[in-house]
């Protein structure tokens, strides 16, 4: 360790989850060896990017932008920085063999699930998307692994009907801030708790892509309720077509539980009071908030005018 009277801490974030915790850091005084976030190119096609220098520059911390923090020539940048702790919080990118060695007292990050559960991509997404009731978040020493580290500490997260990933996010970076402002002095003591994973209870999500969006208006309603809300802002939408144009859906509500007599999946309906309406698979979903494709966000209700049209899982 540096003979500086704090650990030097290397803090790796590019969202507001990391920006968050690095905010309580800095109130409380922890000495940092450097910052680094995704560089512009990136950070510009990363949803729910945050910026990072300005933190950097008020507290004369020096800042750096990566595409790949693995390459040679950044690991070399950081060893340079001598940390001795390296904190990792809203990073979807693995830390290769070498950073993961340097520090003295390891390298610690967050996974916003309960581990081993829904291990890997997006899951606070998949956790939406699934109907779950309940998710969490997770402290862990990295290794070599995805998410497969030594457990310092989890929070349970209740999901409400009224969250939404963004909603759900604030929460998770909610228990980020409360963790690592209790564990940190152990971590920087070099004593934190540390709990091995049960294999046997692991899940692996798979990477999330925009075009995945697609709306599937056979689904019953419930479930297409969970995929608007699961991938509504800052996420790239749940999204169909009509006429070819495509239409992305930001927040949607169930609306008749049962089926709408003669109804094809993906039928519009107006009612007397303009609210538009979605045939599903089972019912109906209230479309609250929507945008055509290089329009501005509109209320749903501006989709009146289409009436008795059907909406398609395609764009012809």
């Not at 939406?128 to 862990?140: D, K, Q």
């Not at 209870?201 to 995929?227: C, H, K, Y």
């Amino acid at each position: 360790m540096t003979t500086t009277s704090l650990p030097r801490i290397l803090f790796v974030g590019a969202v507001e989850e990391g920006r968050r915790c690095l905010e309580a850091l800095l109130k409380q005084g922890e000495q940092f060896a450097g910052f680094v976030t995704l560089d512009a190119a990136l950070a510009s096609v990363t949803s729910g990017w945050v910026p990072f220098d300005d933190l950097a520059a008020a507290h004369g911390v020096p800042l750096i932008t990566v595409r790949n923090l693995n390459t040679p020539e950044n690991v070399a940048r950081i060893g340079e920085l001598q940390p001795d702790l390296i904190l990792v919080v809203g990073w979807t990118r693995l830390l290769g063999t070498e950073l993961l060695r340097m520090p003295p007292l390891g390298a610690v990050g967050f996974h916003a699930s309960l581990l081993p559960h829904y291990r890997g991509r997006a899951p606070v997404n998949w956790a939406l998307i699934n109907g779950e009731r309940e998710t969490g978040n997770t402290m862990f020493f990295l290794d070599e692994g995805v998410d497969t580290g030594d457990v310092i500490d989890q929070r349970r997260i209740a999901i409400l009907d009224e969250d939404d990933c963004a909603s759900l996010y604030r929460k998770v970076a909610d228990s980020a801030v409360d963790m690592l402002l209790e564990h940190l002095p152990r971590l920087k003591a070099g004593t934190a708790p540390r709990a091995a994973q049960d294999e046997g209870q692991a899940t692996v999500m798979p990477r999330r892509r925009p075009e995945d969006g697609l709306i599937d208006w056979s689904r019953d309603t419930r479930s297409l309720f969970n995929w608007v809300r699961a991938l509504t802002h800052p996420y790239p939408g749940a999204f169909t077509f009509h006429n070819g144009r495509r239409l992305s859906v930001w927040r949607a509500a169930e609306a008749a539980p049962d089926p709408v007599t003669g109804a094809v999946p993906g039928r519009v309906f107006v009612g007397d009071d303009e609210q538009v309406h979605v045939a599903t698979g089972n019912g109906l979903l209230r479309l609250d908030r929507l945008q055509w494709e290089d329009e501005e966000e509109q209320p749903g209700k501006a989709l009146a005018g289409l009436d008795g049209a059907v909406l398609s899982g395609r764009p012809s």
